[in-house]
C-alpha cells in the first residue's frame, strides 16, 4: 500500500526551493501511459489503492515554471492533463493558459491530453505545441488531432535534433532522437535548460544498447536525469511479450550505471512506471533497493530547481 510518506517526499524535495529560484520543474507524474488503477487490473497494486493515493498516481508529465515571468510549459500532454493543471494552478496561483507544450511522441500517454484543449472542452486558443516534424505531420493529418489545428487550438512548432530553442528568458530546450516503437511520430527526449541548471528528460526508450549515444557522457552534461523506468525487471512484465513493449529494465539501467560515482548516479530519477511497478510504492523493498543503489524516483509534487 502506498502511504502518505509520498506527501512528506513531496515537502522534502520543495525545500530544496529558495526564494532566489525563480524557475523550477515541478513532477506532474510518473506513471506509465495506462495509468494506475490499470484498466481491467485485478492485481493488487490496482485493488489495493486509496483514493489520496490515486490522487497523486498521475501519468508521466513534467512542467517547467517560470515565476519571474509567470509562464509554464507542459512536458507531454497526459491523459491526466486536467488534474495536473489544477495542480500546476494551485502551485503557481496563475490561471492563465499555458505557454507551451513540448511533445516527446505519440503514443497514447503522452499526447492524448491534447484533446482537452478543443472546443469541447478548454476551447485554447494558439497555445504552441513543440514537436519533431513526423510527429506535426500526424497532427495535422489525422483527426481528431487536426481539428486542434484547424480551430487553432493549438500552434505546432517544428523541432529538429539538436537545435537548441530559446523558449523563453529563463527556458531553452533542445531534442535528441532515440529508439523506440515508432508506428507515428519519432521518439526523442529533450535538454531541458534552465538557467543554472539542466535536466534530461527521457520517458521512453527501447534499450540503451539500441542506441548510438553514450547515457553515461549525458549524465555528465546535466544536473537531473529522468529516465524509463517503466519495468523493473523480466519478472514483472511475464504476462506480455516484451519484444512488443520494449524497455530498458530499471536492473539493467541501473547496472549500466553502476560503475559511476554516487554524485552522477543521484542524477537519475526513474520516472514513467507500469502499474506493476514496485517503484510506485516509496514503502516497497524494490524503492527501497533503488534508493540503495544511489539512484532515485520521480515522485507527484517533486520540485527540481533550474
Not at 493558459?97 to 491530453?113: C, K, N, P, V, W
Request: glycine share 6%; with cysteine; net charge neutral.
Amino acid at each position: 500500500m502506498i502511504r502518505l510518506i509520498i506527501l512528506f517526499k513531496v515537502f522534502f524535495y520543495s525545500i530544496f526551493l529558495s526564494a532566489q529560484d525563480e524557475s523550477f520543474l515541478l513532477v506532474l507524474g510518473n506513471v506509465q501511459d495506462g495509468g494506475i488503477p490499470h484498466m481491467a487490473c485485478k492485481k493488487d497494486c490496482c485493488m489495493s489503492l486509496t483514493e489520496k493515493e490515486k490522487r497523486v498516481l498521475k501519468i508521466t508529465s513534467l512542467a517547467f515554471i517560470d515565476k519571474s515571468d509567470s509562464k509554464h510549459y507542459l512536458f507531454e500532454a497526459s491523459t491526466d492533463i486536467t488534474e495536473q493543471l489544477n495542480f500546476l494552478d494551485q502551485i503557481t496561483g496563475n490561471k492563465s493558459e499555458l505557454d507551451g507544450i513540448f511533445l516527446t511522441h505519440a503514443h497514447m500517454g503522452h499526447y492524448s491530453g491534447l484533446l482537452q484543449l478543443g472546443r469541447e472542452a478548454m476551447g485554447a486558443k494558439n497555445i504552441p505545441v513543440y514537436v519533431m516534424p513526423k510527429m506535426s505531420e500526424f497532427l495535422k493529418s489525422n483527426a481528431p488531432w487536426s481539428q486542434l489545428v484547424l480551430l487553432n487550438n493549438i500552434k505546432l512548432k517544428s523541432l529538429a535534433e539538436n537545435q537548441l530553442i530559446k523558449v523563453s528568458n529563463r527556458l531553452h530546450v533542445s531534442s535528441i532522437i532515440v529508439p523506440h516503437r515508432d508506428e507515428f511520430s519519432e521518439t526523442v527526449g529533450f535538454f531541458i535548460k534552465g538557467r543554472r541548471k539542466t535536466a534530461f528528460f527521457l520517458p521512453d526508450i527501447d534499450k540503451w544498447g539500441k542506441w548510438d549515444k553514450s547515457l553515461k557522457n549525458i549524465l555528465e552534461k546535466v544536473d537531473y536525469a529522468f529516465l524509463d523506468g517503466t519495468f523493473f525487471d523480466s519478472a514483472e512484465i511475464n504476462y506480455r511479450d516484451i519484444s512488443e513493449i520494449p524497455h530498458p529494465f530499471v536492473i539493467e539501467t541501473m547496472d549500466h550505471l553502476s560503475s559511476l560515482t554516487l554524485k552522477e548516479r543521484k542524477k537519475v530519477f526513474f520516472i514513467h512506471m507500469n502499474h506493476t511497478n514496485g517503484m510506485l510504492n516509496p514503502d516497497s523493498q524494490i524503492s527501497k533497493e533503488v534508493l540503495s543503489k544511489g539512484f532515485q524516483i520521480a515522485r507527484y509534487g517533486m520540485q527540481f530547481p533550474l
